[in-house]
């Protein structure tokens, strides 16, 4: 039982965090390209608004590792 709810928790963790992280994505993502063809130096800003989104999805991959293992 216990490993089975630790298996559910482990994919929720991962589901639910790269839903979260595709949205965050999607809008992070066009609101930079839409920065960078108005004012191509803030490529390096806008790059790391979606590294930090896509970080999410990171940790939630490491949260579900650790329950899958733990």
């Known amino acids: 039982m216990k490993i089975g709810?630790?298996?559910i928790?482990?994919?929720l963790a991962i589901?639910?965090?790269g839903?979260?992280?595709g949205?965050?994505?999607g809008t992070a993502s066009a609101a930079a390209i839409?920065?960078?063809t108005e004012?191509?130096?803030m490529f390096g800003r806008t790059m790391i608004y979606v590294v930090f989104t896509e970080a999410i999805a990171i940790y939630g991959l490491v949260i579900a590792l650790l329950l899958?293992?733990?």
């Open 5 to 7: 709810l630790s298996r």
């Open 9 to 11: 928790g482990s994919g």
């Open 15 to 17: 589901g639910l965090a």
């Open 19 to 21: 839903l979260g992280a």
């Open 23 to 25: 949205i965050g994505l």
């Open 34 to 36: 839409g920065a960078v």
């Open 39 to 41: 004012k191509p130096e």
């Open 68 to 70: 899958w293992l733990g």
